[in-house]
């Protein structure tokens, strides 16, 4: 009984090689891809609808710096600063 499969030129093994290696390539390179995709912040353009700001969102303390820093505005306690004192 002679076997199915049988190459004495082992032609079968070198292109089922080859086959692997490309696979293998694709399959890194498309993994790369993936991982610089998702590391990678992207650039989107913006949308241009002019609209100034958005009344639903919360805005700036009007005594407060754009930053923000807390130690810019003095804090006043009470109804008002001094009042009612001597």
């Given at each position: 009984?002679?076997?199915?499969?049988?190459?004495p030129?082992?032609?079968?093994?070198?292109?089922?090689?080859?086959?692997?290696?490309?696979?293998?390539?694709?399959?890194?390179?498309?993994?790369?891809?993936?991982?610089?995709?998702?590391?990678?912040?992207?650039?989107?353009?913006?949308?241009?609808?002019?609209?100034?700001?958005?009344?639903?969102?919360?805005?700036?303390?009007?005594?407060?710096?754009?930053?923000?820093r807390?130690?810019?505005?003095?804090?006043?306690h009470?109804?008002?600063?001094?009042?009612?004192?001597?």
């Amino acid at each position: 009984m002679k076997p199915i499969f049988y190459d004495p030129t082992a032609r079968r093994w070198r292109t089922a090689k080859r086959v692997a290696l490309v696979a293998g390539v694709v399959l890194c390179v498309l993994m790369g891809a993936l991982i610089v995709g998702i590391l990678v912040n992207p650039v989107l353009p913006t949308l241009g609808l002019g609209l100034k700001s958005n009344p639903h969102l919360p805005q700036a303390h009007p005594l407060r710096p754009a930053n923000g820093r807390p130690g810019d505005v003095p804090v006043l306690h009470g109804p008002a600063a001094g009042a009612g004192r001597p």
